[in-house]
């Protein structure tokens, strides 16, 4: 008889009420996880209602994600999906959008999915072109300056032979790689 929940650990009809309707202005606004929602659903809810146990909120975040689920918009695949596309044109490393869809409470299994289908080449020449370097640069560059670039790009995330690389590149080269 443990099993059935008491008064106090469901939401009442009011609390639900505004957890859908909270739930459809959050998504209406942007795309979230399933983190996300609940999170803000949890955080609100706390300042709302006075009196709320902890069931009660953990009830109205579960149904706010499954109230998200039931209109389509919260799908954690398909943020990840077009975050890591925006973000990888915008010349974001696949590391660095790893940890920021970590950040976001999209599972690890959909971020490795999502990002074994990206190469770091394109972002990478993105990258540079946005802080003129390699083949960016308006002036040739001394050791010291090539060595910034060099560890601003792994501040980004990428790797020592991808840097190397476009570095390396002509800017005919670099300009082909963004072409395609």
Do not use: H
């Amino acid at each position: 008889m443990d099993d059935i929940p008491t008064s106090d650990e469901l939401p009442t009809a009011r609390m639900l009420t505004w957890v859908r309707n909270s739930a459809a202005y959050r998504l209406a606004r942007r795309m979230m996880t399933e983190k996300e929602l609940a999170d803000a659903i949890r955080r609100k809810a706390k300042s709302k209602f006075e009196d709320i146990t902890e069931a009660q909120v953990a009830a109205l975040a579960e149904a706010a994600i499954a109230f998200g689920r039931s209109m389509s918009a919260l799908d954690d695949r398909a943020y990840a999906e077009i975050r890591a596309g925006s973000a990888a044109r915008g010349g974001k490393s696949k590391r660095a959008v790893a940890r920021k869809l970590s950040e976001k409470g999209v599972e690890a299994v959909i971020i490795t999915e999502i990002l074994a289908e990206q190469d770091d080449l394109r972002p990478a020449v993105v990258y540079a072109r946005k802080k003129a370097f390699g083949p960016f640069r308006r002036v040739p560059a001394d050791e010291k300056q090539v060595n910034r670039e060099m560890a601003s790009f792994a501040r980004q995330g990428y790797g020592f032979d991808l840097i190397r690389r476009v570095l390396e590149m002509t800017r005919d080269e670099a300009e082909e790689v963004l072409a395609s």
